[in-house]
């Protein structure tokens, strides 16, 4: 599935939104497309800002260390892109008028969009897996639904109460199955994460030009024997039991054979996902971040330090910071720097 690559998940959910009208907090009448925007708006954003670090509230999404990436959107309605072309000839030969217009996509109702990016682990902390079949993937997903629960529900129930067949949902089992009703796959995900070229095993160029070419070679030495007029093959007579042109017939059905087969290869192998990198998961890209961060600060402060004042005291940062550690001490997600109020897990 596109779904997950590099240890990913990249999620999506479209989830209907109720039509009609409702309350507002202060009590004026307002439709729930309208109360959904309003919430969403003043959700917070993470602290990555000097201006919304002056909030001081950091985002929801921000109490939990899976999600890298994620978003809110409220979907109206399908963009349209214009007429599809059309052949004019095509159209004027099946006695079809150009100008009528044609079918448009429509949605029946507002839609809210979820997209998020989350490490496919169970728990915090797991290593990134290499490979997740769609069980495995279920698992991960459902695990990350029911963690945005027991961390964001108040925030959870003022977004999705907007929205069809929310009000049933009464706990995390519930709020997982929810989101799994209203997930749709993700074409195309993206990695960011990458310090080195990931370790992918290269194609077998070599071995698959050999495999087209023997077939091919043996339909081409049979169609020099039909276009000479020889009752064998060229060359190879001697070895097989069939006249030219059916050496010729068998090296061609050989022949499409194997480059169709090669062809669902090439196709296969380009969709597995790739390999997790090296440091791919939030709490790893944390911790560098952490390590980042105090490191320089250790180097400003020992410009000119001895020999043995910089081994000394190099010892305690290895103690202190605890690289090999990548849970804690660590920088807190959703914030820009450990100098930041409550930026650092201890």
């Not at 799994?180 to 993206?190: G, H, S």
Request: with cysteine; proline share 7%.
């Amino acid at each position: 599935m596109p779904d997950f690559d590099g240890g990913h998940l990249f999620l999506t959910f479209l989830t209907p939104i109720k039509t009609g009208s409702t309350t507002g907090a202060d009590g004026t009448q307002m439709s729930y497309e309208q109360r959904l925007r309003m919430t969403l708006a003043l959700l917070p954003t993470a602290l990555q800002s000097p201006a919304t670090q002056k909030i001081g509230e950091n985002s929801p999404f921000a109490r939990n260390r899976r999600t890298h990436l994620c978003r809110f959107m409220v979907l109206e309605d399908a963009i349209y892109n214009g007429r599809n072309p059309k052949n004019a000839i095509a159209m004027s030969v099946r006695g079809l008028d150009p100008i009528n217009p044609g079918p448009v996509d429509r949605l029946n109702c507002g839609y809210l969009l979820f997209a998020a990016d989350v490490d496919a682990v169970i728990e915090e902390g797991d290593a990134l897996p290499k490979t997740l079949d769609g069980d495995g993937q279920t698992k991960a997903r459902d695990a990350y639904a029911r963690n945005l629960w027991s961390t964001m529900e108040a925030e959870l129930r003022a977004v999705y109460g907007n929205c069809v067949g929310f009000d049933d949902v009464a706990n995390a089992d519930d709020f997982a199955a929810y989101l799994t009703k209203c997930q749709i796959e993700t074409t195309m995900p993206f990695n960011d994460y990458w310090s080195e070229a990931p370790l992918t095993e290269p194609l077998p160029v070599k071995a698959m030009g050999i495999a087209a070419a023997v077939p091919a070679m043996i339909m081409l030495l049979g169609l020099f024997g039909v276009i000479l007029g020889l009752e064998e093959p060229v060359v190879l007579g001697w070895l097989l039991p069939w006249q030219a042109h059916e050496t010729f017939l068998w090296g061609l059905l050989v022949t499409a054979l194997v480059v169709v087969g090669l062809y669902l290869y090439v196709l296969r192998r380009g969709q597995s996902p790739m390999p997790p990198g090296k440091y791919g998961d939030l709490p790893s890209v944390l911790k560098a971040l952490y390590l980042q961060q105090n490191f320089a600060d250790f180097v400003v402060d020992h410009q000119g330090s001895d020999a043995e004042t910089l081994h000394r005291d190099f010892g305690a940062f290895l103690k202190s910071h605890r690289p090999d550690d990548k849970m804690q001490p660590s920088q807190a997600p959703g914030v820009i720097s450990i100098h930041s109020d409550n930026a650092i897990i201890k």
